[in-house]
């Protein structure tokens, strides 16, 4: 397709994805306070783990016992609801802007590289949600540590836009986290990565892994650090053996001769033979005479006559 016929197959693809993150954000909306028979309210579900701190570590403000978050702005209330559903909304509809995604990078991949389409999309989904529900349970004992620090001279009056910031930035990372074991497969299907460029090189990931996780977890506590980290490592190990067996399939494997030492990868070292003796230089050959003083004498030619005036070129004298 020309520049132009992407641009609009790519316009296509995000108006598909919008549209489906807006009826997405819609349910989102009305969940978060109105929920079908079993199943409990968005906004209960979020507010959980503040509610599940002991009495002694939040700030009562209604008198009647009630777990509630703080409003300090008018509109703070609509836009916490609006936030909690357009993450909800962006969740629901991840099977469909996934999907649209994977759609427009396929026409250039070859055909048994866009059989995984399905696959992509639903462990895509998975990770995210797992990811998502592994930051709401670390929610819980990361806000008690941090909220039971200085308990002797402080209590806990937060915000809603505070905490449901704090808990949502953490549910982001963890999800799209989480998608880091999935994105190095898809390099290892397409042959961008292969298992013989991170072998040897697990110590340092390990490392960045953890310098990651300690600088995106919104809490800085050691929970929520360690939590990611253990987690992503797990992952990318897991992915590591995919990359291992699937390049053990295809035959992508190390050459055997990068395994062996610099002796044998040479090969044998063969004896180069006895020298020969040397030979004799023979007599030089005489020069022969030159032909200068024999060369034949040249009659010398007569000079040009100067031309007239009238037959002198005007240009002469400017060339």
């Known amino acids: ?33 109105t929920s079908p028979p079993g199943v409990m309210p968005l906004g209960e579900i979020i507010r959980g783990p503040y509610c599940n701190l002991p009495d002694e570590l939040r700030a009562d403000f209604s008198g009647d016992g009630q777990c509630r978050l703080l409003a300090i702005s008018p509109f703070e209330m609509f836009m916490l609801r609006l936030k909690v559903g357009a993450l909800a909304g962006l969740v629901l509809a991840s099977p469909v802007w996934l999907t649209q995604i994977w759609n427009f990078i396929t026409p250039g991949l070859h055909k048994n590289e866009r059989r995984y389409t399905f696959s992509f999309v639903a462990v895509a989904v998975f990770l995210f949600v797992a990811g998502a529900v592994l930051a709401y349970f670390v929610l819980d004992q990361g806000l008690l540590v941090l909220m039971s620090i200085g308990t ?11 905490y449901y910031n704090f808990l949502l930035a953490l549910i982001i990372i963890f999800g799209v986290s989480f998608e880091v074991p999935l994105i190095l497969i898809m390099l290892n299907l397409v042959g961008i990565l292969r298992y013989e460029h991170v072998k040897d090189k697990r110590r340092m990931i390990i490392v960045l892994i953890f310098c990651f996780a300690a600088v995106m977890t919104p809490g800085q506590d050691p929970f929520s650090m360690l939590a990611l980290g253990i987690s992503i490592c797990l992952l990318v190990e897991m992915a590591f053996q995919f990359c291992r067996i699937h390049d053990k399939r295809t035959g992508a494997n190390r050459p055997e001769w990068m395994d062996l030492d610099d002796e044998q990868a040479s090969g044998p070292v063969t ?35 100067p031309r007239s005036f009238a037959d002198k070129d005007p240009f002469d004298d400017v060339l």
């Open 1 to 33: 397709m020309s520049l132009v016929e992407h641009l609009q197959e790519l316009r296509r693809r995000v108006m598909i994805s919008l549209a489906a993150v807006f009826v997405g954000t819609v349910i989102g909306f009305i969940w978060y306070q």
């Open 152 to 162: 002797e001279y402080q209590v806990a009056a937060l915000t809603g836009g505070e």
């Open 271 to 305: 004896s180069s033979g006895a020298i020969g003796a040397a030979t004799p230089v023979g007599p030089s050959a005489p020069v022969r005479a030159s032909n200068v003083g024999n060369a034949p004498q040249t009659t010398p030619q007569p000079k040009a006559q």
